[in-house]
């Protein structure tokens, strides 16, 4: 059968990390394919376009947040949004890639054509108007949370006679001078908020009712600058991110196995700093660290406003919003003229797109992940969801490039579809998708695709395992069927009622 012409052989969703990521792997391994980006803001970086808060910065250390193909060489490992988009920014000029990028568009709807082998794609413009493209491949690189609304805990406000601010939605006009602020919240964004504002607060309270395992390090990688004075810059970046990663690795399992021990040396390089001030039960949750992320401390910058008096945290349940602030369960009132309400994300999946498969709504939370990218009995399409244990980009490079493998695969055989095939008798046993207590994740798990015990039907969240099995494995495994169109209808749309 004539192939049928599409917009793009492939369509990325999503000018972010994971969006630019794939492009460049394409620039790399597959150079003959066409592909496009669409992206609904007007400026690319994802996340780190979004959110403006005072001292946006890398909560992962960027030789692992960097792309593999990429090096990170700025003095700081852990850096601030600007840095991060000039990063982003270098990548597409320099490797050909912003001309692929559409800004302004924001993906509606994506529908899978079996009879044509293709993706039928609605793209809403800033105007309103809505266009039609139409891709052999879809690439999500949507990011995991929703861009619209952020969690929200159902505070009411109506008392409070002064600003709330929410860090996703953070105004250019804000000025905290002087101000006592509270910041709702003891997670990476508030852990990164409290500090910023400090040097020109009042005072900014970090209200929490739960602690979080805090560790610190420095901001700047002294064995990564060394070795980049002796080094070239690829070998210097590959043996840091190599040496991360393993760092990585061993204090995610060294927390899961020895928790008391992890516990212990956390608390130590605290006290270490605080002094007299560390008072344990402030920074001791009621879980085991890594059973949430770890937030990071850049040079002990939170501790150190705290020392000097600019910073303070309160555990706490919140009982009311009162005209001059917030009052506690005990009583006590927390006054404020801003408060900032840093209470978590709101996960979505695939952007929230309204993805269907001949017509028919995917219900990803009846799919099986495949691999960590694909997803059982939906063809040519690929997503990114990073490690929660380790830096996102990780999986993004490992994925981007699996992908990539596919599509030569596809090429070299002619063929039209990708599709992970699971039997309706399958018997796979479902496994914790995230073994994780965190509230976000908690919240999602209705929504959240099926991950089993064995692979390749699961979202690992080891790196080191997943980068070998992607890169060494046949792409025709037994189970990725690539087929030409028309070839096996029937057979697809048995598998399509399966699914369902």
């Given at each position: 059968?004539?192939?049928?012409e599409?917009d793009?052989?492939?369509?990325?969703?999503?000018?972010?990390?994971?969006?630019?990521?794939?492009?460049a792997?394409?620039?790399?391994?597959?150079?003959?394919?066409?592909?496009g980006?669409?992206?609904?803001?007007?400026?690319?970086?994802?996340?780190?376009?979004l959110?403006?808060?005072?001292?946006?910065?890398?909560?992962?250390d960027?030789?692992?947040?960097?792309?593999?193909?990429?090096?990170w060489?700025?003095?700081?490992?852990?850096?601030?949004?600007?840095?991060?988009?000039?990063?982003?920014?270098?990548?597409v000029?320099?490797?050909?890639?912003?001309?692929?990028?559409?800004?302004?568009?924001?993906v509606?709807?994506?529908?899978?054509?079996?009879?044509?082998?293709?993706?039928?794609?609605?793209?809403?413009?800033?105007?309103?108007?809505?266009?039609?493209?139409?891709?052999?491949?879809?690439?999500l690189?949507s990011?995991?949370?929703?861009y619209?609304?952020?969690?929200?805990?159902?505070?009411?406000?109506?008392?409070?006679?002064?600003?709330?601010?929410?860090?996703?939605?953070?105004?250019?006009?804000l000025?905290?001078?002087?101000?006592?602020?509270?910041?709702?919240?003891?997670?990476a964004?508030?852990?990164?908020?409290?500090p910023?504002?400090?040097d020109?607060?009042?005072?900014?309270?970090?209200?929490q009712?739960?602690?979080?395992?805090?560790?610190?390090?420095?901001?700047?990688?002294?064995?990564?600058?060394f070795?980049?004075?002796?080094?070239?810059?690829?070998?210097?970046?590959?043996v840091?991110?190599?040496?991360?990663?393993?760092?990585?690795?061993?204090?995610?399992?060294?927390?899961?196995?020895?928790?008391?021990?992890?516990?212990?040396?956390?608390?130590?390089?605290?006290?270490?700093?605080?002094?007299?001030?560390?008072?344990?039960?402030?920074?001791?949750p009621?879980?085991?660290?890594?059973d949430?992320?770890l937030?990071l401390?850049p040079?002990?910058?939170?501790?150190?406003?705290?020392?000097?008096?600019?910073?303070?945290?309160?555990?706490?349940?919140?009982?009311?919003?009162?005209?001059?602030?917030?009052?506690?369960?005990?009583?006590?009132?927390?006054?404020a003229?801003i408060?900032?309400?840093?209470?978590?994300?709101?996960?979505?999946?695939?952007?929230?797109?309204?993805?269907s498969?001949?017509?028919?709504?995917?219900?990803?939370?009846?799919?099986?992940?495949?691999?960590?990218?694909?997803?059982?009995?939906?063809?040519?399409?690929?997503?990114?969801?990073?490690?929660?244990?380790?830096?996102?980009?990780?999986?993004?490079?490992?994925?981007?490039d699996?992908?990539?493998?596919?599509?030569n695969?596809?090429?070299?055989?002619?063929?039209?579809?990708?599709?992970p095939?699971?039997?309706?008798?399958?018997?796979?046993?479902?496994?914790?998708?995230?073994?994780?207590?965190?509230?976000?994740?908690?919240?999602?798990?209705?929504?959240?695709?099926k991950?089993?015990?064995?692979?390749?039907?699961?979202?690992?969240?080891?790196?080191?395992?997943?980068?070998?099995?992607?890169?060494?494995?046949?792409?025709?495994?037994?189970?990725?069927?690539?087929?030409?169109?028309?070839?096996?209808?029937m057979?697809a749309?048995?598998?399509?009622?399966?699914a369902?």
């Open positions: 059968m004539a192939k049928i599409t793009f052989d492939v369509l990325i969703v999503g000018a972010g990390i994971s969006g630019i990521g794939m492009a792997h394409m620039e790399m391994r597959c150079p003959g394919r066409s592909y980006i669409v992206e609904r803001r007007e400026n690319l970086g994802g996340t780190w376009d959110f403006r808060y005072p001292g946006i910065r890398s909560d992962s960027m030789h692992t947040l960097g792309f593999v193909f990429e090096p060489r700025h003095e700081k490992s852990i850096a601030d949004g600007p840095a991060i988009l000039d990063y982003l920014n270098r990548i000029d320099e490797r050909g890639i912003r001309q692929h990028i559409r800004h302004g568009h924001k509606v709807s994506a529908d899978w054509r079996g009879d044509e082998a293709c993706w039928h794609v609605t793209v809403e413009l800033a105007d309103g108007e809505r266009k039609h493209l139409t891709a052999s491949f879809l690439y690189g990011g995991y949370y929703d619209d609304q952020p969690y929200d805990p159902g505070f009411e406000f109506a008392d409070f006679k002064g600003r709330v601010i929410h860090p996703q939605f953070w105004p250019e006009d000025d905290y001078s002087g101000k006592k602020v509270v910041v709702i919240g003891s997670g964004t508030a852990v990164t908020i409290v910023a504002m400090s020109k607060t009042n005072h900014v309270t970090m209200l009712r739960t602690p979080t395992w805090m560790f610190s390090r420095p901001a700047k990688d002294g064995i990564a600058n070795l980049r004075r002796i080094l070239p810059d690829e070998l210097a970046y590959r840091t991110r190599w040496k991360n990663i393993k760092l990585q690795d061993w204090s995610f399992k060294r927390a899961r196995n020895q928790p008391e021990k992890m516990k212990a040396m956390l608390h130590k390089r605290i006290r270490k700093i605080m002094g007299e001030q560390f008072d344990e039960t402030t920074f001791t009621p879980y085991d660290p890594w949430q992320r937030c401390v040079d002990d910058d939170l501790f150190e406003a705290m020392k000097a008096g600019r910073a303070s945290v309160v555990t706490g349940r919140i009982a009311r919003f009162v005209e001059q602030g917030i009052e506690l369960e005990n009583g006590e009132v927390i006054e003229d408060i900032v309400t840093a209470t978590g994300l709101k996960l979505a999946v695939c952007g929230k797109i309204a993805i498969q001949d017509g028919r709504p995917v219900d990803f939370a009846k799919r099986f992940y495949y691999k960590g990218c694909m997803f059982s009995n939906l063809p040519n399409l690929a997503v990114v969801f990073g490690y929660l244990n380790a830096s996102w980009t990780l999986r993004a490079d490992v994925n981007s699996y992908i990539c493998r596919v599509l695969e596809m090429n070299a055989r002619g063929a039209d579809i990708a599709v095939v699971l039997p309706e008798d399958h018997g796979l046993e479902e496994d914790d998708i995230f073994d994780f207590s965190s509230g976000y994740i908690q919240r999602a798990l209705d929504i959240m695709p991950s089993a015990l064995a692979y390749p039907w699961r979202l690992n969240q080891e790196y080191i395992s997943d980068r070998k099995i992607m890169r060494d494995s046949p792409v025709d495994d037994g189970i990725l069927a690539l087929r030409q169109r028309g070839a096996d209808a057979q749309e048995e598998q399509l009622e399966a369902e």
